[in-house]
């Protein structure tokens, strides 16, 4: 049999980020999400069922709406889950030192020559120091400030 719970460690910042922005604004607390099960769990798709409105299907990789499929069968969706949780799950993802190594590689692919590239030692300062409230680029002036020759 397959799990009706979703395994949020699979799902990415991104992805979280992307389903929260089309999560009901007027209907935030009543509206819940189910995922579709039959893929690997990355990029599922998922349905958004508001309150008080008709239920809207995605596309999980493109988070784009299905007009194809008003609606998913409900035996290849996950259980529901509320806006709470899925925020939850949001901030969660954005604690982990995947999540700040993940900021600093595209700080890098937007900003190539801005700062030399950090080796793995020096990265792993600067995700502490970003796991500890600091900004990236603050943490980043630090760590390569303290390894510059003097």
Do not use: C
Not at 26 to 42: H, N, W, Y
Not at 101 to 123: C, G, V
């Amino acid at each position: 049999m397959i799990s009706e719970e979703l395994d949020f460690s699979l799902l990415s910042l991104d992805f979280l980020f992307k389903l929260l922005k089309n999560w009901p604004a007027q209907d935030s607390e009543g509206a819940t999400v189910r995922f579709g099960r039959l893929g690997t769990g990355k990029y599922p798709n998922y349905q958004i069922n508001p309150a008080m409105d008709t239920p809207v299907t995605y596309r999980g990789m493109t988070h784009e709406p299905d007009e194809h499929i008003p609606e998913f069968h409900s035996g290849n969706l996950t259980n529901a889950y509320g806006y709470d949780r899925i925020k939850t799950e949001f901030d969660v993802a954005l604690k982990s030192d995947f999540a700040a190594l993940d900021h600093l590689a595209k700080f890098y692919k937007k900003n190539p020559s801005k700062y030399p590239k950090p080796d793995l030692s020096q990265r792993k300062i600067i995700v502490h120091k970003m796991m500890n409230g600091a900004p990236l680029e603050q943490s980043l002036k630090d760590v390569l400030a303290s390894a510059a020759p003097s």
